[in-house]
């Protein structure tokens, strides 16, 4: 085969919007690929062609890699570009056939242009294709599970072939929605909260909070790799861990109050998130907490928790089950870095309140818990890894 000299890039939700919307979803789709490209060190320029993105590369494969981990796209294929036309498509495919030896395979035709644009209908490629394809290979054509799926994408003025579609994450471009903080322990489930809010194109600024003896360097450490790998998903982000040193706050919690204190650690790490958030122009935080998972996940105790935020929280993972997120945190890669029981489990009480009322939680914590909490997070430290001192998610151009 010719080797593939560029890949075809398809987007979903952004291609049902608005014309306005959408162009500046394309544009940012656009700049995320070039970020990714740039990070990763993979020459390439990219275009906007059609209804899809065309990344022209000496790399295809690793280019191809790259597309498939930039929220918004819906599959990447390195492809051959060749003439529209009916001799050289049979050709490329000729040439891709040899290829692909073994197994069954289907032809999957697309045309698109003008009445009139080509001599051919997309049906007669597929045919014409077919026969092609059986000569080379000797291959049964099985067009309900082929083994191969050879796809033609004609165009007006240029034609693609290609043999792969590699699964993107789908949602929309990073930098289309309004950046969120992510209270991110380093845990399993955190970091696919703040995943998942990057996947709806929300930037995140993950905040780590230091528990001090409750917690301890090796959970800071798994918090700094899982933003690490985060940081992969967001070329050209500032996706800079921040920690906030709590753990005198968590010392004083657990000598003076009981029960209830995890409730009002939660309570605290919120407020600390928001005030990390108004600062970098965030306008909510969130948390990997899912129903029932623990005591203080359930309604009634969120709902405590949640009293002391201002800003809204958001709970990606609110509905999903522990083997669902464990089995995502392995398919975006940071599983690996997260199996350490971290979170604030060691700050638990052996009797943990499921039901508090709010009145309870109150008055059983420091009076000057929230106001402490926000003097903390005012100057948090900023972990460098992960940066590529890139545009930060609250850039103007958005
Ligand atoms: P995780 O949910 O992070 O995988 P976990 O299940 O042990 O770990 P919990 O202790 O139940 O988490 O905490 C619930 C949520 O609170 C976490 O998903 C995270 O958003 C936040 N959180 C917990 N500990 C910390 C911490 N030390 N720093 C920042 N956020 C934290
Ligand atoms: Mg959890």
Same mark, same amino acid.
């Given at each position: 085969m010719h080797r593939p000299d560029a890949v075809l890039v398809r987007y979903g939700e952004v291609g049902v919007k608005s014309s306005?919307?959408?162009?500046?979803?394309?544009? =940012?789709?656009r700049d995320n690929l070039e970020a990714a490209l740039a990070t990763r060190d993979i020459d390439g320029t990219v275009e906007r062609n059609w209804s899809r993105l065309r990344i022209d590369t000496p790399d295809p494969d690793?280019?191809?890699?790259?597309? %498939?981990?930039?929220?918004?796209?819906?599959?990447?294929?390195?492809?051959?570009?060749c003439e529209p036309t009916r001799e050289a498509l049979l050709s490329t495919l000729r040439a891709a056939a040899a290829d692909h030896p073994g197994g069954s395979f289907a032809v999957d035709a697309n045309r698109a242009g003008p009445d009139g644009a080509h001599p051919f209908t997309s049906r007669e490629l597929e045919a014409e294709g077919g026969s092609v394809v059986e000569?080379?290979?000797g291959a049964p054509v099985d067009l309900d599970d082929p083994a191969v799926t050879y796809g033609v994408d004609c165009r007006e003025d240029e034609a693609f072939v290609f043999t792969e579609r590699r699964p993107g994450p789908g949602g929309l471009p990073l930098g289309t929605q309004e950046p969120v903080v992510v209270l991110l322990s380093g845990g399993l489930d955190s970091p696919v909260a703040a995943w998942e809010l990057m996947k709806r194109g929300a930037p995140v600024y993950p905040v780590y909070v230091d528990l001090g003896d409750y917690g301890g360097p090796d959970h800071c450490a798994r918090a700094v790799e899982v933003?690490? =790998?985060?940081?992969? !998903?967001?070329?050209?982000?500032?996706? =800079?861990?921040?920690?906030?040193? %709590?753990?005198?706050?968590?010392?004083?919690l657990v000598a003076s109050v009981r029960d209830t204190r995890m409730l009002s650690l939660r309570r605290a790490m919120l407020r600390m998130g928001e005030v990390v958030?108004?600062?970098?122009?965030?306008? %909510?935080? %969130?948390?990997g907490e899912s129903l029932g998972q623990?005591?203080?996940?359930?309604?009634?105790?969120?709902?405590v928790t949640d009293a002391a935020a201002t800003l809204p929280v958001y709970r990606p993972l609110l509905t999903r089950d522990k083997?669902?997120?464990?089995?995502?945190?392995?398919?975006?890669?940071? !599983?690996?870095?997260?199996t350490l029981p971290v979170g604030c489990e060691r700050v638990a009480p052996a009797h943990p309140e499921t039901g508090a009322s709010l009145?309870?939680?109150?008055?059983?914590?420091?009076?000057?818990?929230?106001?402490?909490?926000?003097?903390?997070?005012?100057?948090?430290?900023?972990?460098?890894?992960?940066a590529d001192g890139g545009r930060g998610g609250d850039e103007s151009d958005r």
């Amino acid at each position: 085969m010719h080797r593939p000299d560029a890949v075809l890039v398809r987007y979903g939700e952004v291609g049902v919007k608005s014309s306005k919307v959408r162009t500046d979803m394309e544009r =940012r789709l656009r700049d995320n690929l070039e970020a990714a490209l740039a990070t990763r060190d993979i020459d390439g320029t990219v275009e906007r062609n059609w209804s899809r993105l065309r990344i022209d590369t000496p790399d295809p494969d690793a280019a191809a890699d790259a597309a %498939a981990d930039t929220f918004g796209v819906v599959s990447a294929s390195p492809v051959v570009v060749c003439e529209p036309t009916r001799e050289a498509l049979l050709s490329t495919l000729r040439a891709a056939a040899a290829d692909h030896p073994g197994g069954s395979f289907a032809v999957d035709a697309n045309r698109a242009g003008p009445d009139g644009a080509h001599p051919f209908t997309s049906r007669e490629l597929e045919a014409e294709g077919g026969s092609v394809v059986e000569n080379v290979t000797g291959a049964p054509v099985d067009l309900d599970d082929p083994a191969v799926t050879y796809g033609v994408d004609c165009r007006e003025d240029e034609a693609f072939v290609f043999t792969e579609r590699r699964p993107g994450p789908g949602g929309l471009p990073l930098g289309t929605q309004e950046p969120v903080v992510v209270l991110l322990s380093g845990g399993l489930d955190s970091p696919v909260a703040a995943w998942e809010l990057m996947k709806r194109g929300a930037p995140v600024y993950p905040v780590y909070v230091d528990l001090g003896d409750y917690g301890g360097p090796d959970h800071c450490a798994r918090a700094v790799e899982v933003t690490e =790998r985060l940081a992969r !998903f967001a070329a050209g982000f500032d996706t =800079r861990l921040r920690v906030v040193d %709590a753990g005198a706050l968590v010392d004083d919690l657990v000598a003076s109050v009981r029960d209830t204190r995890m409730l009002s650690l939660r309570r605290a790490m919120l407020r600390m998130g928001e005030v990390v958030a108004r600062d970098l122009g965030a306008v %909510a935080v %969130a948390t990997g907490e899912s129903l029932g998972q623990k005591s203080s996940q359930t309604g009634t105790n969120l709902a405590v928790t949640d009293a002391a935020a201002t800003l809204p929280v958001y709970r990606p993972l609110l509905t999903r089950d522990k083997s669902d997120i464990t089995e995502q945190a392995r398919r975006i890669g940071t !599983f690996a870095d997260s199996t350490l029981p971290v979170g604030c489990e060691r700050v638990a009480p052996a009797h943990p309140e499921t039901g508090a009322s709010l009145a309870t939680v109150e008055a059983a914590e420091p009076d000057d818990l929230l106001e402490r909490a926000v003097r903390l997070a005012r100057n948090p430290e900023t972990v460098d890894a992960g940066a590529d001192g890139g545009r930060g998610g609250d850039e103007s151009d958005r």
